[in-house]
Every structure is written in C-alpha cells, then in structure tokens.
T-cell receptor, first 111, second 118 residues
Framework: GNSVTQMEGPVTLSEEAFLTINCTYT??????LFWYVQYPGEGLQLLLK?????DKGSNKGFEATYRKETTSFHLEKGSVQVSDSAVYFC??????????FGTGTSLTVIP | DTEVTQTPKHLVMGMTNKKSLKCEQH?????MYWYKQKAKKPPELMFV???????INESVPSRFSPECPNSSLLNLHLHALQPEDSALYLC?????????????????FGPGTRLTVL
C-alpha cells in the first residue's frame, strides 16, 4: 500500500539555521511526491513537487530530491527565516486521485 | 492561476441548522475534493468528484452531503452536525484524468472554511 512517514516535530530553529525535515514513503507504482506548507489559519499551499526518481523540486529556497533507492524526499533549506514558521506536510500521489499525507512537522523559527 | 476559493471563511452553526460550504475553481480541473482537518493533524479525505461524478466517499456520515453542480463548483451540505464535526474543511482540485490511465495529480487547495458546531 501507499504511506508516508514524516519526521516528528515540533522543530525549533534559530533564524539562518539549516533545515532538514525527513520524509520516507512506501508506494506501489510510480508516485509523485510533494511538500505542502500550511501557515497558521490557512489552507495548504504547494511548496514543491517531484514526479520521477532523481528529480529535484525547489521553491523559495526549499529543495527536495526524489530518491527511489532510499524511498525518501527530505525537505531542506539552507537558511530559514521567521516567516518560514509553519506546518510542513510531505505527501505522495500514485495512480488515481488519492493523496497520502504524512503527519506534518511544525517548524518554529526564532529571531 | 492556481486559485481555489472557498466560502464562507468561518461558519458557526447549531446542531439543528442546515448550512452549505462552497468551493470554486477556474483552472479547468476535472477532479475536486473535500477534506476535513482537525488541529495539528493532516487533512483527511472525505469525498472525491471526478468529471462531476462522485468517485470516492470515505465512509462519511450522511449528515455531510456533497454536490458538484458543474465542473467548477463543489458544495458540501451540512445538516444535524455534531460538535465533534468542528474542524477546518478544505476543498482541493486537480487536473484529473479519464479512462484507465490515471496518473499522479497535483492537488491545489483552497484556504478552507473554519466550522464550529455548537
């Protein structure tokens, strides 16, 4: 079956620190992988995605590489800002119209 | 434009009320979704419409009734809700595919309706 395992939070970092949020998956077929971000009181926004092995998704300084050999899609950012404080969800979509979400990781960045 | 809009933004209702949530997208997407999200949890899928037909119902109680009047609109009719139904209700859409070859789709989410049932 399909599932996503995501690093437990919460994560607290100082501004300009390096961020990694781990995500691993199990899937049948050839899934697409996504990171969504949810700011307080808002819906989910697509942050980045990758549709095949070795693809790198990137946006707003965030990056994640689709690693088939380790079934991973870890989110990284070199220098976080206070405005990056949010909940981050890893997700996968395989054939069909269903998404599988991780449990979410809350990130707080302090000045 | 990747915008999905939802109204109202907030809704407070009693257990005997009837209300509706509305969702709209103009991206030409043919798949639309309702999710329920409790605090500090990931979204839980409720319903999927594909080409205006209900394709997935995740065993949702009948007090939630979805409707897809056309390819751009999705409603969720609420009746006789319980306090435990209080949550953020999210709508999403994706390009959707017909036929047997359903590829993995990107879902675009609306801002949600914050529902409180008293």
């Amino acid at each position: 079956g399909n599932s996503v395992t995501q690093m437990e939070g919460p994560v607290t970092l100082s501004e300009e620190a390096f961020l990694t949020i781990n995500c691993t998956y199990t899937a049948t077929g050839y899934p697409s992988l996504f990171w969504y971000v949810q700011y307080p009181g808002e819906g989910l926004q697509l942050l980045l995605k990758a549709t095949k092995a070795d693809d790198k998704g990137s946006n707003k300084g965030f990056e994640a590489t689709y690693r088939k050999e380790t079934t991973s899609f870890h989110l990284e950012k070199g220098s976080v800002q206070v405005s990056d404080s949010a909940v981050y969800f890893c997700a996968l979509s395989s054939t069909g119209n269903q998404f599988y979400f991780g449990t979410g990781t809350s990130l707080t960045v302090i000045p | 434009d990747t915008e999905v809009t939802q109204t109202p933004k907030h809704l407070v209702m009693g257990m005997t009320n009837k209300k509706s949530l509305k969702c709209e997208q103009h991206m030409g997407h043919r798949a639309m979704y309702w999710y329920k999200q409790k605090a500090k949890k990931p979204p839980e899928l409720m319903f999927v419409y594909s080409y205006e037909k209900l394709s997935i119902n995740e065993s949702v109680p009948s007090r939630f009734s979805p409707e897809c009047p056309n390819s751009s609109l999705l409603n969720l009719h609420l009746h006789a809700l319980q306090p435990e139904d209080s949550a953020l209700y999210l709508c999403a859409s994706s390009q959707g595919h017909s036929g047997d070859h359903l590829a993995a789709d990107t879902q675009y989410f609306g801002p949600g309706t914050r529902l409180t049932v008293l």
